[in-house]
Structures are given as structure tokens and as C-alpha cells.
Nanobody, 124 residues
Framework: QLAVVESGGGRVQPGGSLTLSCATS????????IGWFRQFPGKEREGVSC??????PKRYLTSVKGRFTIFSDHNKVYLQINSLKAEDTGIYSC???????????????????WGQGTQVTVSS
């Protein structure tokens, strides 16, 4: 059974850190890419980071470089977020793209399997 489950969201003060986890099951890890996306209220979803299987090529949204780190461990992919800002508040979702691509994608349409999302709230 194919499954994608996020965890690790919560409320944190500005300047704090969170590590989001994306657990996958049922996928062939030799092909998948994992993408992390976020959505702010009233805004479209945007890709913030992605990684090819096996700690392969990684991509970051320009605005999060230096604060976000994506890494994988077996069938889990993590997104570490440092120096959190109020504008990072939103719903963070991970998704699996199990097509064979040379690089991971920030196009949500490339991802067929999505988790339920986890809320990140940055507030003092």
C-alpha cells in the first residue's frame, strides 16, 4: 500500500527550528523524488525543497536557501528549518514523484502521491 505521511509540525517561536519528517511506504525508492511544498492562506502552493532518492540531487527555493536543509534516511525524507520566521507559517506537505527523472521537480503536477500536510506556526 502506497502511503506518504508527514509529521513534525507545530508552533515555534521566531528564530527557532523544526524538523519535518516525511515517511513513505510502498514506493520503489530507486526512482522516487520527494518534494516539500508549503501553502500560505489564500496563496498557491509552492515547492520549497526536493531531493532525488538516495541523497541525490537537491533543490531549494531561492528564498529558503541557507535556512532549509533536506536530507533522506532510507524511506524517510526530512526538512530541517532553522531561523524560523513568521512568514514561514503555513501548511507543509510532502509528495512523492515516482517517475524516473534526472532531477527532482518543483512542479506539484509531477507528484502523484501526497501526504495530508502538517501545520507550521511561527509565533511569539
Amino acid at each position: 500500500q502506497l502511503a506518504v505521511v508527514e509529521s513534525g509540525g507545530g508552533r515555534v517561536q521566531p528564530g527557532g527550528s523544526l524538523t519535518l519528517s516525511c515517511a513513505t511506504s510502498g514506493f520503489n525508492p530507486h526512482y522516487w523524488s520527494i518534494g516539500w511544498f508549503r501553502q500560505f492562506p489564500g496563496k498557491e502552493r509552492e515547492g520549497v525543497s526536493c531531493i532525488k532518492h538516495g541523497s541525490g540531487p537537491k533543490r531549494y527555493l531561492t528564498s529558503v536557501k541557507g535556512r532549509f536543509t533536506i536530507f533522506s534516511d532510507h524511506n524517510k525524507v526530512y526538512l530541517q528549518i532553522n531561523s524560523l520566521k513568521a512568514e514561514d507559517t503555513g501548511i507543509y506537505s510532502c509528495a512523492v514523484d515516482n517517475a524516473a527523472r534526472t532531477d527532482c521537480s518543483f512542479d506539484g503536477d509531477d507528484y502523484a502521491f501526497w501526504g495530508q500536510g502538517t501545520q507550521v506556526t511561527v509565533s511569539s
